[in-house]
């Protein structure tokens, strides 16, 4: 059923560099500031007794067509950046700027055109579509959704939709349960290109599926980028699965980002700590090349009650006594290059 | 269109289920029978062929005695018609029920004291189960009173679910206030004391609203307090339904609360309630008939089953057929709802086929 668009080995997205943007391009998509605070509820009157800073004041920006990778472990806010971007939770602070509009203060009743620029696509298919409608209504209903085009026209798109993610139109009228883990996260990925968007917050969408077809759907994602020129949001909780699709890095730890970088830079030149201890885990194939393992001290502090300062210094193997007090903010150390760290390490 | 194969393996272990299927199919055919029931339970003739002419009177209004040669002119007696014929043995026929008795009409019997046995005990030809303390026929009230009872409760169980799931279903998806308060109000709601308050209503609606309207007020009663049991599984399943993937799936492709309400989470909640509907038909049968049996139930002369007991229970010497013949009809009936309720259930219960695997 699967036709493999491209070759078995993922394309290295890195070593082509002619394809990173150039940064004089209007971003499509900045962000400022942007902090999501859950209240953490208690009591028969379900009054907020604390909050919990999923995301704790992030920028980023993704130019058109680029893939920016966001990488950290469990628990960080990956997702809940991803959400707050298409409103599925409602940012606390910040801004959220698309083609120049701030989606953080657009009213939801009015997203609606948005939706059409900005898709998702989730980490497990087997939840994100529904067991009750047909590939072909799931794939329609964008269409239907947006008052595009009449029943003919929709079922003709649907068609066209299976086989551009590589599945046959006999697909069409089969329910999501009846494929396997990859070809459910095509008929996703199909969902999400129907619209033709801009951009796609990508959410682990490939750590659900076996390691024998994680390549081809990232294959299949760097294909639909080219032909499309979509930007991701590529959401992934190690820097392994990120490198081969991403333009750019980012790194997040407890809410903040603590680096961003080219795909290539960061990976030569990690700086600060965290990362170097994110990237010492991935198993190196070179035995030559075997980078020191560093492990971690201690668990990552709860969001509900972050640490005062530096979020990393609880962990850090550098800590200092203005780490304890002074919260780093990014800082460019060379071009294309931030860390947050108080000390060039 | 194709069934979804999971429905689709639900129905089939269902019809494999051969007790709960065929009691199913039973209760079909009888409420299906019991539609017709004015032709197979009835004092009126199915067809008359009198002076060359053909009559129906099943259905219509009644035809005076007068039109067949009777001298008097209120609705004719198909069964002195019947043996009229008979004697005179002319081209002149008619077609009787073959219980030929309606569940209202009280037949008096010369030597014959009400209530009268069944016909096989010695009592007055054609009364199957005898006659009940005010001479009506046993049978008829039986199968009418069935009727009543298939009818009023899946009319009640779909105005239950309606309100419940509606409720509950707006109570999961906005949570917060709207939940809070629907609790609450739910909580307050269910401690009102249901038979009193029956008792009260019914003793303040007045004598001369009509049998349908009684029996209209009954079933809204019974629904407003039967409705908040729904509540609590829909909100929860609605809860459920929402945070999953699929609903962000359908807010980030931009679709309005009634589309992700009616199109995505109500479809995947209903299934499991499907196996809730057998038990709910069983409890609405049960206390329709025991509201009967206490007088605050479906008002007279409407055939009923608690009724009957009623009578039976205070007969209990003298005529043991009215209670013998209304429990055995009542079991009957409730094993037959609890055969295809357990049958339901196997077949479609959740743990056993998960959506996903
Ligand atoms: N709806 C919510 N209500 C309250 N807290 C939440 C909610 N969603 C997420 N959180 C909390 O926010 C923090 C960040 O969660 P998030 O899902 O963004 O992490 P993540 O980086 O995506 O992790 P993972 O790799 O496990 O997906 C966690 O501590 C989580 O418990
Ligand atoms: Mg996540």
Redesign the interface.
């Known amino acids: 059923m699967i036709a493999s668009p491209n070759g078995s080995s993922p394309t290295a997205r890195s070593s082509a560099s002619a394809s990173t943007p150039s940064t004089v391009d209007a971003p499509l998509l900045e962000i400022r500031g942007l902090k999501v605070h859950f209240p953490v509820k208690g009591g028969i009157?379900?009054r907020a007794k604390a909050s919990c800073r999923a995301v704790d004041g992030i920028d980023l920006t993704i130019h058109p067509g680029e893939t920016l990778g966001l990488v950290g472990e469990s628990g960080c806010g990956k997702s809940t950046t991803g959400?707050a971007i298409?409103r599925?939770v409602e940012p606390t602070d910040g801004e959220i700027l698309f083609q120049g509009r701030n989606l953080a203060e657009i009213p939801r009743r009015q997203?609606?055109p948005v939706?059409?620029e900005?898709?998702?696509i989730?980490?497990?298919p087997?939840?994100?579509?529904?067991?009750?409608?047909?590939v072909a209504n799931i794939l329609e209903?964008?269409f239907i959704?947006?008052g595009i085009g009449d029943a003919e026209f929709r079922r003709k798109k649907a068609l066209e939709l299976l086989e551009r993610v590589g599945l046959t139109a006999a697909a069409a009228?089969r329910?999501p349960?009846?494929f396997s883990g990859g070809q459910r996260q095509r008929i996703?990925i199909a969902?999400a290109i129907a619209?033709e968007p801009r951009l796609i917050i990508c959410d682990e969408p490939v750590s659900a599926l076996d390691v024998s077809i994680q390549s081809q759907v990232l294959n299949l994602l760097l294909d639909l980028q080219r032909e499309m020129g979509l930007s991701y949001l590529f959401i992934a909780h190690d820097l392994a699965v990120v490198k081969h699709i991403s333009d750019r890095v980012a790194v997040m730890y407890l809410g903040n980002i603590v680096e961003i970088a080219g795909a290539d830079e960061i990976y030569r030149d990690p700086r600060h700590p965290y990362t170097r201890a994110l990237l010492s885990a991935i198993p190196e194939p070179d035995p030559r090349r075997k980078r020191k393992r560093i492990v971690l001290s201690g668990d990552v502090p709860s969001p509900i009650n972050p640490p005062p300062g530096c979020p990393f210094h609880t962990r850090c193997p550098h800590v200092q006594e203005q780490c304890r007090i002074q919260k780093p903010a990014l800082r460019t150390t060379t071009e294309g290059h931030e860390v947050a760290c108080h000390f060039d390490l | 269109m194709r069934l979804n194969p999971l429905t689709a393996k639900k129905l089939r272990r269902f019809r494999s289920i051969r007790r709960g299927y065929f009691s199913f199919l039973l209760l079909c055919g009888l409420s299906l029978i019991s539609l017709l029931g004015e032709l197979l339970v009835n004092s009126r003739a199915i067809v008359v062929r009198y002076e060359g002419k053909w009559y129906f009177p099943t259905y219509g209004d009644i035809i005076p005695g007068t039109t067949f040669g009777f001298d008097y002119s209120y609705e004719t007696n198909y069964r002195d018609l019947r043996d009229r014929f008979r004697q005179e043995g002319g081209d002149n026929w008619l077609l009787m029920p073959p219980i030929a008795f309606n569940p209202y009409e009280n037949t008096p019997y010369e030597g014959v004291f009400k209530p009268a046995p069944p016909s096989w005990l010695g009592g007055p030809a054609g009364h199957l189960l005898g006659t009940d303390t005010t001479g009506r026929d046993i049978f008829a009230r039986l199968f009418y009173g069935f009727r009543v009872a298939i009818f009023f409760a899946l009319a009640f169980t779909v105005l239950t679910y309606l309100v419940g799931i509606t409720i509950g279903c707006l109570m999961g998806f906005f949570g917060g206030k709207v939940d809070l308060f629907g609790q609450r109000l739910i909580e307050i709601w269910s401690n009102i004391p249901f038979l009193y308050t029956v008792i009260i209503i019914f003793s303040v609606i007045p004598a001369t609203f009509t049998v349908p309207v009684r029996i209209f007020i009954l079933l809204v009663i019974l629904v407003l307090f039967s409705w908040t049991g729904m509540t609590y599984y829909m909100r929860t399943a609605t809860y459920r339904e929402k945070a999953r993937d699929y609903t962000a799936a359908a807010i980030v492709l931009g679709a309005g609360t009634g589309r992700i309400i009616f199109n995505h989470i109500l479809p995947n909640t209903i299934s499991t309630i499907v196996t809730f509907i057998p038990f709910t038909v069983a409890a609405a049968i049960t206390s329709i008939t025991a509201l009967d049996f206490l007088g605050f139930g479906l008002p007279p002369p409407t055939p009923s089953l608690g009724e009957l007991l009623k009578q039976g229970t205070q007969t209990l010497t003298t005529a043991p057929w009215i209670v013998s013949s209304a429990f055995a009809a009542l079991v009957f009936i409730l094993t037959l709802v609890t055969f295809v309720g357990e049958a339901v259930r196997e077949a479609f219960d959740p743990k056993k086929f998960t959506t996903y695997e």
Do not use: C, W, Y
């Open positions: 009157f379900l959400k298409v599925l997203l609606k939706r059409r900005i898709q998702m989730f980490q497990d087997a939840e994100s579509l529904n067991s009750r409608h047909t209903e964008p959704i947006h009228d329910f349960f009846e996703g969902r619209l």
